[in-house]
T-cell receptor, first 115, second 109 residues
Framework: DGGITQSPKYLFRKEGQNVTLSCEQN?????MYWYRQDPGQGLRLIYY???????QKGDIAEGYSVSREKKESFPLTVTSAQKNPTAFYLC??????????????FGDGTRLSIL | KQEVTQIPAALSVPEGENLVLNCSFT??????LQWFRQDPGKGLTSLLL?????REQTSGRLNASLDKSSGRSTLYIAASQPGDSATYLC????????FGTGTSLTVIP
């Protein structure tokens, strides 16, 4: 079945530690996105990529980094510079950018907590 | 910057009732509008996508309308069921996707 796989489902970070969240899709989509979801707030865009080896910052990119070395993979690193990383992280993909005629597909999310 | 608002934040209805969820946005220059469903602790599932040139889309018991000029969309759910209980989010597509904060729906058996 085609879809988006995020791992791990739960992740704990210690002070000063970088952690990496995995996102893999087998939908052959060009565009991939990382969002952060906090209680009572809508999804906020961290980074997005419309093509391999290219990505752009979203509204809340500080303290995060990404790479897009393969079409199907878009990992997100939460660095120690992100002082409030506790949140639900969602990865999404779409066949094209925002002008797409097809919906975004989402993974099941990774919940990150501070130890 | 685009701002997306969903009202009400929470809604509780008895089973079988028809209901309307609202979504408003500040910038009418959008490519499309999408409605999603989110179950607790899960990702988003796409329900309907309306292109900017369209007025509405239907899927089963769901009907979504779009009025770009007034910056509004509604999601109509007919004959609600307990399985419809979830959070419903709308998102508009401009230079990026902008999401509302969602409406938490509870359908009481």
């Amino acid at each position: 079945d085609g879809g988006i796989t995020q791992s791990p489902k739960y992740l704990f970070r210690k002070e000063g530690q970088n952690v990496t969240l995995s996102c893999e899709q087998n939908l052959n989509h060009d565009a991939m996105y990382w969002y952060r979801q906090d209680p009572g707030q809508g999804l906020r865009l961290i980074y997005y990529s419309q093509i391999v080896n290219d990505f752009q910052k979203g509204d809340i990119a500080e303290g995060y980094s990404v790479s897009r070395e393969k079409k199907e993979s878009f990992p997100l690193t939460v660095t120690s510079a992100q002082k409030n990383p506790t949140a639900f992280y969602l990865c999404a993909s779409s066949i094209a950018g925002t002008e797409t005629t097809q919906p975004q597909h989402f993974g099941d999310g990774t919940r990150l907590s501070i130890l | 910057k685009q701002e997306v608002t969903q009202i009400p934040a929470a809604l509780s209805v008895p089973e079988g009732e028809n209901l309307v969820l609202n979504c408003s946005f500040t910038d009418s220059a959008i490519y499309n509008l999408q409605w999603f469903r989110q179950d607790p602790g899960k990702g988003l599932t796409s329900l309907l996508l309306i292109q900017s040139s369209q007025r509405e889309q239907t899927s089963g018991r769901l009907n979504a309308s779009l009025d770009k000029s007034s910056g509004r969309s509604t999601l109509y759910i007919a004959a609600s069921q307990p399985g419809d209980s979830a959070t419903y989010l709308c998102a508009v597509a401009g230079n990026q996707f902008y999401f509302g904060t969602g409406t938490s729906l509870t359908v009481i058996p």
